[in-house]
């Protein structure tokens, strides 16, 4: 090492190397230490001096573990299996490029130690996972977050993908931002449109040439629906996708068999009777995003009521069944 530090620094040193070099199957000696020491950093201390130094480290609430075998980092901020969750979030995450992948599961990695990173073989795989392109995500949340904390309303740019399998502008929109929403690895922006006044919510990554704006964001209280705020639990468990109409009882009868999709995607508190061999579920949800979801469970679900949704899917029936004679 070129540049020599101060033996001051040591107590740092030590501590970075214990994160990054040692573990339960990897403990290092005070010869190991003083090595990593005077290679990394060009600093030469005594023994004594690195006992004393995982003493004050100890005193100062590090979990370090001692023996005849040598001193590791037995506590960490993440453990190696929560790190693990994190990056495959990060990887299943369609909302987050894939180069802005790679450097999250790059800081991900450097939380743990060196030897942490070649149990990780999918990183490599990042570009295989269907992400966006769009390269503004972040900055565009960003700025989300500073006209929510502000109160001001945001114009911007949204897109929808051609047949070149690029984004293209479709409108530029005028909207009141109140809630950014993470909903089936996607990230959706829920606002007001303040052209047509109705809650919309957009696909954060379908977004560009975002900006702030200095007019007053129109007040959540003032939107018919939300006099009374957000109800988080309603917009989890009524929106399977992300459709805005108003919500609605709805009825079906479903088979047992689908009791774990049922849950999945409308929560623990839907109503489910036994009726015969088949079971009556009751929720209140988008009419729109039911149609969708019914089609999706065709072989298994029946919608019972309203009776407007009930003709929209024999009406798709009637065309699915014609373009495929």
């Known amino acids: 090492m070129n540049t020599l530090e101060p033996k001051k620094l040591a107590l740092i040193r030590i501590l970075q190397i214990l994160k990054k070099y040692s573990d339960y199957d990897h403990r290092l000696t005070h010869e190991d230490i003083a090595g990593f020491l005077e290679n990394d950093y060009g600093i030469v201390i005594e023994r004594k001096a690195i006992s004393r130094n995982l003493s004050l480290l100890r005193e100062a609430g590090f979990e370090i573990e001692s023996g005849h075998s040598g001193s590791y980092l037995a506590e960490r901020e993440f453990e190696d299996s929560e790190l693990r969750m994190l990056i ?78 690029k984004l293209h502008k479709t409108v530029t929109h005028t909207a009141s931002p109140y809630q950014l929403v993470l909903h089936n690895q996607r990230y959706y922006l829920m606002a007001l449109n303040e052209r047509w006044k109705n809650i919309t919510f957009y696909r954060v990554d379908n977004i560009t040439n975002m900006a702030l704006t200095e007019h007053k964001r129109t007040p959540l209280r003032n939107v018919d629906g939300f006099e009374h705020g957000i109800n988080y639990s309603e917009l989890a468990n009524s929106l399977p996708y992300m459709f805005t109409d108003k919500l609605e009882k709805i009825t079906f009868y479903a088979d047992e068999e689908i009791v774990d999709q049922i849950v999945d995607w409308f929560g623990k508190n839907v109503k489910i009777e036994k009726v015969d061999d088949k079971l009556k579920v009751t929720v209140k949800a988008s009419p729109n995003a039911m149609e969708f979801w019914a089609m999706q469970y065709l072989n298994y679900v029946e919608i019972i009521a309203p009776n407007e949704l009930r003709e929209r899917i024999k009406e798709n029936l009637t065309n699915a069944i014609n373009k495929y004679n």
């Open 88 to 165: 495959d979030g990060v990887l299943n995450s369609k909302y987050i490029t894939a180069s802005h992948s790679k450097a999250l599961i790059e800081k991900l990695c450097g939380l743990s130690n060196k030897f942490f990173r070649s149990h990780i073989k999918n990183i490599h795989s990042v570009n295989e996972w269907g992400k966006t392109d769009n390269q503004s995500l972040f900055y565009n949340i960003e700025l989300i977050d500073d006209a929510i904390e502000h109160g001001i309303q945001i114009e911007f740019d949204y897109n929808k993908y051609g047949i070149d399998k």
